[in-house]
């Protein structure tokens, strides 16, 4: 049995999670493309420059922009939580790469979960916080 340079390549995983998304996020040594759901990454993301940017913050940080193909699985929430999602699984999967790329992601912020999630809504509300109107007469 032969093994092929395309067995040998080393794949490198994170997840990343924000509002109620979650992204599995695969980097594996390559030209730079990005695939997210089987789908080229800037038509998923709709075009958005933002979103685009978020994505490959990571990359950008550490100057490995063409270096790694990255290949997502996301589901729930929206764009915004999705590309957050990636951005941190993104950043994950760099630090199995290399340990040292630690210390550079978290000076800027890539390594932080951002725990805000929408806040449920209570019984006597109309939403979480917002009351009914109040009348004194």
């Given amino acids: 049995m032969t093994i092929t340079s395309e067995q040998t390549k080393a794949v490198y995983a994170g997840t990343g999670r924000r509002k109620a998304s979650i992204a599995r996020v695969r980097l594996v040594p390559g030209s730079g493309k990005l695939i997210i759901n089987g789908l080229p990454g800037e038509s ?9 940017r978020i994505t490959y913050g990571p990359l950008n940080t550490l100057g ?4 790694y ?6 589901q729930g929430g929206g764009l915004t939580g999705q590309a957050d999602a990636i951005r941190l699984g993104v950043a994950r ?4 790469v290399n340990p040292e790329n ?13 725990a805000r999630v ?10 979480a916080r917002k009351a ?5 007469r």
């Fill in 102 to 114: 630690r210390t550079a992601l978290k000076a800027e912020g890539h390594l932080t979960r951002d």
């Fill in 44 to 52: 998923y993301l709709q075009f958005s420059p933002n979103y685009i």
């Fill in 69 to 74: 193909d990255i290949f997502v699985n996301t």
């Fill in 64 to 67: 490995l922009n063409n270096e």
């Fill in 93 to 96: 999967a760099l630090c199995c």
């Fill in 132 to 136: 009914p109107q109040f009348s004194k």
């Fill in 118 to 127: 929408k806040e449920r809504r209570k019984y006597g509300l109309r939403k």
